[in-house]
């Protein structure tokens, strides 16, 4: 069975760093890309961050680049992002999915559509 469980989330104040973790299940992330999104309260989820599945190549979204870092360790078949610098524009509620390697970066990594397995999501609130 597929599972995608994040966690990690929390408050903080702005500046500070949260290291949210994505543990997958039923699969290995040689398998599959894992990109994490986010979903601010009344709009639609926004592609953060991408790791892929053969090498680790990593893509970021303009608004996180510089700040926030995906990783990965096969071993614990987990995959990070280690947040820094958070802002109050941070708060979201961050989820991670498994996609196609392949097909996603024909086709766009930032489409949900192409995804085929999703976390529940953990929440991240930046405030003072």
């Known amino acids: 069975q597929v599972q995608l469980v994040e966690s990690g989330g929390g408050l903080v104040q702005p500046g500070e760093s949260l290291r949210l973790s994505c543990a997958v299940s039923g699969f290995t992330l040689d398998n599959y890309a894992i990109g994490w999104f986010r979903q601010f309260p009344g709009k639609d989820r926004e592609g953060v961050s991408l790791?892929?599945?053969?090498?680790?190549?990593?893509y970021y979204a303009d608004s996180v680049k510089g700040r926030f870092t995906i990783s990965r360790d096969k071993a614990k078949n987990t995959v990070y992002l280690q947040m820094n610098s958070l802002k109050p524009e941070d708060t979201a509620v961050y989820y991670c999915?498994?996609?196609?390697?392949?097909?996603?970066?024909?086709?766009?990594?930032?489409?949900?559509?192409?995804?085929?397995?999703w976390g529940r999501g953990t929440q991240v609130t930046v405030s003072s």
């Open positions: 999915a498994a996609g196609a390697q392949r097909l996603l970066l024909q086709r766009g990594i930032w489409i949900q559509g192409l995804y085929d397995y």
């Open positions: 790791i892929t599945a053969t090498d680790g190549m990593q």
